[in-house]
């Protein structure tokens, strides 16, 4: 099983759409927690780290379940721009990355 | 500007040959990491240094090799015993507490 688990995707959605991507983890020690945002052919990029109260910035809605071991995105009034793969990022010792989540958002 | 550089930006070697990855960076940084990636894969940790003169090994270190000598660069030698050395190669830095970590552009590592 891997450490990080994603659904690979791709999700295809309009403009303006509201979009939920889902992760989990496997090892319960894991300390932090982060979205990345990696556009075709470049370096990943940190969107937001996750709270364990759940956090906002702007469009942008990530949430943590301790106890199941998940952690959400969730993406409001999709824009063009967002569309890009989306890797859930788990600390313990080291950072985990999961395979990504790709999203294409059209008009 | 403060940031991760690393170059070159495209690489091409014939197999049986080592290469060395630059990477450095001006963001104080203590921690430094190399990762590779491959098409459909999360990225993976080859390895890693949390000071100057110390690093570790990551989950894919065989055929790879680093050194830390300053705070500012840690290149990564992709040598000729890394059996499928074709891969987007990525630095990355970060400083505590928070640990997020920040990475370069990357090198395309391409051995014909």
């Known amino acids: 099983r891997k450490e990080v688990e994603q659904d690979p995707g791709p999700f295809n959605v309009p403009e303006g759409a509201t979009v939920a991507f889902n992760c989990t983890y496997s090892?319960?020690?894991?300390?932090?927690f982060f979205w990345y945002r990696q556009d075709c052919r470049k370096e990943p990029k940190l969107l937001m780290s996750?709270?364990?109260s759940g956090n906002e910035d702007g469009r942008f809605t990530a949430q943590l379940n301790r106890a199941s071991q998940y952690i959400s995105l969730l993406i409001r009034d999709s824009k063009l721009s967002d569309s890009a793969t989306y890797l859930c990022?788990?600390?313990?010792?080291?950072?985990?990355f999961g395979a990504g989540t790709r999203l294409t958002v059209k008009p | 500007d403060g940031g991760i550089t690393q170059s070159p930006k495209y690489l091409f070697r014939k197999e049986g040959q080592n290469v060395t990855l630059s990477c450095e960076q001006n963001?104080?940084?203590?921690?430094m990491y190399w990762y590779r990636q491959d098409p459909g894969q999360g990225l993976r940790l080859i390895y890693y240094?949390?000071?100057?003169?110390?690093?570790q090994k990551g989950d894919i270190a065989e055929g790879y090799s680093v050194s830390r000598e300053k705070k500012e660069s840690f290149p990564l030698t992709v040598t000729s015993a890394q059996k499928n050395p074709t891969a987007f190669y990525l630095c990355?830095?970060?400083?505590?507490?928070?640990?997020?970590?920040?990475f370069g552009p990357g090198t395309r590592l391409t051995v014909l």
């Open positions: 990355a830095s970060s400083i505590p507490p928070s640990h997020e970590q920040f």
């Open positions: 090892n319960s020690a894991s300390q932090s």
């Open positions: 996750v709270y364990s």
């Open positions: 990022v788990v600390r313990r010792n080291d950072m985990r």
């Open positions: 963001l104080n940084h203590d921690a």
């Open positions: 240094s949390q000071i100057v003169n110390d690093f």
